[in-house]
C-alpha cells in the first residue's frame, strides 16, 4: 500500500491519474471505490442508511462497514473515507 500511495501522491494531472487508476484497476474497482466516497460524503451529511444504499448501490453491510470506519476515533495519521477531500477535479 506505501508503494501504492507513493505513486499517487506524484501524480500532478488529472490525465495522467486517469490513464494510471485504468492501467491498475479495472472499471468495476474504480466504481466501487468512487461510491464508497460518495457514501462516506453522504454518511457525514448524516444521510439514512437506504438513501446512502440507494445512491451508491453499495449493500447494506458495505455502508455500515464505512460507517463505523468513520466513527473510530483517529490512530496514527489513519484517515477515514469521509476525510478524504477532493482538491482536483474528478476523474470520471
Not at 500511495?5 to 501524480?11: C, E, H, K, L, Q
Not at 457514501?39 to 442508511?49: G, I, M, N, R, V
Not at 448501490?57 to 476525510?83: C, Q
Request: one cysteine or more; charged letters at 30%; aromatic letters at 6%.
Amino acid at each position: 500500500m506505501n508503494r501504492l500511495g507513493r505513486a499517487i501522491m506524484i501524480i500532478e494531472t488529472p490525465n495522467v491519474m486517469r490513464d494510471f487508476l485504468e492501467d491498475i484497476f479495472t472499471e468495476k474497482e474504480l466504481l466501487l471505490c468512487a461510491n464508497k466516497l460518495k457514501a462516506a460524503d453522504l454518511l457525514k451529511q448524516l444521510a439514512p442508511y437506504y438513501i446512502v444504499e440507494q445512491e451508491t448501490g453499495l449493500s447494506s453491510a458495505t455502508v455500515a462497514k464505512i460507517s463505523k470506519k468513520n466513527e473510530r476515533p483517529k490512530k496514527r495519521n489513519k484517515r477515514s473515507y469521509a476525510d478524504i477531500k477532493s482538491t482536483r477535479p474528478p476523474l470520471f
